[in-house]
C-alpha cells in the first residue's frame, strides 16, 4: 500500500475540502449520521451489522474513535467532507484497497456519505471529482467501486457524470459471505 496510512493527503476543489478526520468533527458529523433521511444512502455492507446511524455524540464519538483506529491498522482510511461555503463537515468519505475472493478483488472500494441535503447529483459529482483520481494512486488500484442503490437517482446521476458504470457482479462479504448488489465501477 501506498504512503497514505503515513501521511494522510488533504485533497480540495473550490467548494469541498477532504481532509482526515478528526475527533473534532463529531458534532457536525452527528449531524449527518443521525440524518434518518440520509441513512439510506450509507453503504454498510459487510460491516457486521453496523448501518452508521449515530443519534447520540457518544455514538459519533466511539465511531470516529474505530475509524481512527482503522487507519491506524490500516485497514481504511476516512476522510471529512468540509463545505467552505459554511465552514462545516457535511460528511465523510472512506476508501481502501479490498482483498477478497470475487471480482471485487484488489479494488479501491468507496464510501461516500452526505447529510441528506447534499445528496444532490451535482454536489456530490463535485465531491466524487476530488476523490477518484488520487484514490487509484493512494490506495495502488485500477478500479474503484461504490455503492448506489436504484432508488439513489441523484448519486446515480453523478456517479455516471464522473464516468462510472454500473456493475453486475456481486461483492461477497469477507465477514457475512451475503452477496451484496448495487454496485458501479470506475477503471483507471
Not at 488533504?10 to 468533527?25: I, P
Not at 455514538?59 to 461555503?85: G, P
Request: aromatic share 14%.
Amino acid at each position: 500500500m501506498s504512503n497514505v496510512y503515513e501521511n494522510c493527503p488533504a485533497l480540495e476543489n473550490e467548494r469541498f475540502l477532504l481532509r482526515f478526520v478528526q475527533k473534532d468533527d463529531a458534532g457536525d458529523l452527528l449531524k449527518v449520521y443521525s440524518d434518518k433521511n440520509a441513512l439510506p444512502f450509507f453503504n454498510s455492507d459487510n460491516c457486521d451489522g453496523d448501518n452508521f446511524y449515530y443519534p447520540t455524540i457518544e455514538r459519533m464519538e466511539k465511531a470516529i474513535d474505530f475509524w481512527l483506529s482503522s487507519y491506524e491498522t490500516r485497514w481504511f482510511v476516512r476522510w471529512a467532507i468540509l463545505d467552505k461555503e459554511t465552514s462545516e463537515v457535511i460528511g465523510s468519505i472512506e476508501l481502501f484497497n479490498r482483498s477478497a475472493d470475487d471480482d471485487f478483488n484488489c479494488v479501491g472500494v468507496l464510501r461516500l456519505d452526505v447529510g441528506s441535503r447534499y445528496e444532490e447529483s451535482a454536489l456530490l459529482e463535485n465531491i466524487l471529482s476530488i476523490i477518484v483520481e488520487p484514490a487509484y494512486e493512494l490506495f495502488e488500484c485500477e478500479t474503484i467501486i461504490t455503492k448506489a442503490p436504484i432508488y439513489a437517482v441523484e448519486r446515480i446521476k453523478a456517479l455516471q457524470d464522473c464516468g462510472f458504470e454500473k456493475s453486475d457482479s456481486l461483492l461477497v462479504g469477507t465477514n457475512d459471505h451475503y452477496a451484496y448488489n448495487g454496485y458501479w465501477i470506475i477503471k483507471k
